[in-house]
């Protein structure tokens, strides 16, 4: 009896001893492991954020966010442009937007053979280059320069030709002068016809550039745009941390006087179409060179 109690005593005391080791290695095991279970969360929460596409990471810059004056912003490349172009609202629904919409025909209500050449012309483009023919438009469709360097499509009987509009002819609205070479290409008076025109992006993959007029200085801002793809509507320079528009002369010049210091000036350009691009250029007082700019408006 004495020899089977001292038996139970054992076993019991082993059976005690085993519990509390098993107890103590599964605590240990636990706590090795929850590190390991939380990485194991945080990298497949990762995986699964690069993965996915729709999942919530956080916000970069958005490069069509608006600006200040509620202006989409983007980026445009050397003579291209970005998939999300800036645009100016209120230019691109204005009626001369409308007017000259891509997509509207106007009638040329009568064509005048003349002697026409980007010099020497009332849009001021002595000297600018490219494979372009040119055009007279009438004061009215001219619309205080509105149409300088406007690149046009004039369709006939016979074809359909490209001009940029350098120049100003008399006559009533819708009147256009072309070289005699141009018109042969699209009309014969002898069997008449009916002759249109619109506006169409200058065949450029080069960005828009700069030509200071006689006299600028830090004094005396007077500056104008070439080589745009549509008519310019607007031209802004920052001052201050803000932008002022700039008065567009008939001339095709856009002028401060007092002028607007030393530069480099960053300029804001926007067409007719309500594109709006940016550059930042020097100031040139030689009046014969060109500064060329890095963005054009978009095709």
Known sequence: MKNRKYFLALTLSLLSFVLMFSCTKRSDKDEDEKPQTQENVNSNTEIANSENPNSETPQSENPAAEDSNGTAAGDDSKGGSSTSPKIDETVANSEAAKELALDKVHNATNVIASSVSSEGGKCGLDGFTGNFSYASINEEDYNNGLMAGAYLKVTGPKGTIGVVVTNIIGGEKGTLGLSQDDLNKIYDA?????????????????????????????GYFKIQVRNHRYPIAKLEVKRNGKYIELPRQDYNYFVKEGGLGAGPYTIRLTDVFGHVIEETIPLETDPNKIVTGKNNFPN
């Open 190 to 218: 002898t069997e008449g016809g009916k002759v249109t025109w619109k506006v169409a992006a200058l065949p450029t993959e080069e960005p828009v550039s700069f030509k200071y007029g006689e006299g600028s200085s830090e």
